[in-house]
T-cell receptor, first 114, second 116 residues
Framework: DTGVSQDPRHKITKRGQNVTFRCDPISEHNRLYWYRQTLGQGPEFLTYFQNEAQLEKSRLLSDRFSAERPKGSFSTLEIQRTEQGDSAMYLC????????????FGPGTRLTVL | AQTVTQSQPEMSVQEAETVTLSCTYDTSESDYYLFWYKQPPSRQMILVIRQEAYKQQNATENRFSVNFQKAAKSFSLKISDSQLGDAAMYFCAYSRTNSGNTPLVFGKGTRLSVIA
């Protein structure tokens, strides 16, 4: 299976701890997106990359959040000093640079902050 | 900023019947994409159907079709011959078309139940 993968699938942490999530996109896709989805809501855009370049960051991405895609392949999303409000599903998606904008989503990482 | 509104939090349909999910959006762009994504209980989002705003013909994919009304900024999804496997959250989404593929703006979703 060569779909988008995310690790871990679930993460439980205590408030104030740092957490890091990983996303591996479909190998030929050079655009990678991070979204956050809270219960009962649609996904909200956080940030996206073309290769290793971060093209855009949402205002939702506070200073405690940082995302990287150092070699233009996998990406990491780090949350520092987690808060209970960070509890959500973090979704990663990938797409080619152009062509219809179909994005392929991973299964998500569910974060619970106690 | 672009917004997407789904006014039906929940819908239900009898198996083999037809159901229509509603979506409206707001944008000042003239060219853009609209999408319907399905999120089954396992939560991996998959694309159902896509519409390019400059195309007047409504998109269809097997049992799924859309009614795209550009002037009214309306984009509804019709599911014909509903099947149990259609039960899921359905999200309407928008993206601009400049600078290649861009982030999606999602609505809040409609939970569809299919009754056997």
């Amino acid at each position: 299976d060569t779909g988008v993968s995310q690790d871990p699938r679930h993460k439980i942490t205590k408030r104030g701890q740092n957490v890091t999530f990983r996303c591996d996109p479909i190998s030929e896709h050079n655009r990678l997106y991070w979204y956050r989805q809270t219960l009962g809501q649609g996904p909200e855009f956080l940030t996206y990359f073309q290769n290793e370049a971060q093209l855009e960051k949402s205002r939702l991405l506070s200073d405690r959040f940082s995302a990287e895609r150092p070699k233009g392949s996998f990406s990491t999303l780090e949350i520092q000093r987690t808060e209970q409000g960070d509890s959500a599903m973090y979704l990663c998606a990938s797409s080619p640079q152009t062509g219809g904008n179909e994005q392929f989503f991973g299964p998500g990482t569910r974060l619970t902050v106690l | 900023a672009q917004t997407v509104t789904q006014s039906q939090p929940e819908m239900s349909v009898q198996e083999a019947e037809t159901v229509t999910l509603s979506c409206t959006y707001d944008t000042s762009e003239s060219d853009y994409y609209l999408f319907w994504y399905k999120q089954p209980p396992s939560r991996q989002m998959i694309l159902v159907i896509r519409q390019e705003a400059y195309k007047q013909q409504n998109a269809t994919e097997n049992r799924f079709s859309v009614n795209f009304q550009k002037a009214a900024k309306s984009f509804s999804l019709k599911i014909s011959d509903s099947q149990l496997g259609d039960a899921a959250m359905y999200f309407c989404a928008y993206s601009r078309t400049n600078s290649g593929n861009t982030p999606l703006v999602f609505g809040k979703g409609t939970r569809l139940s299919v009754i056997a």
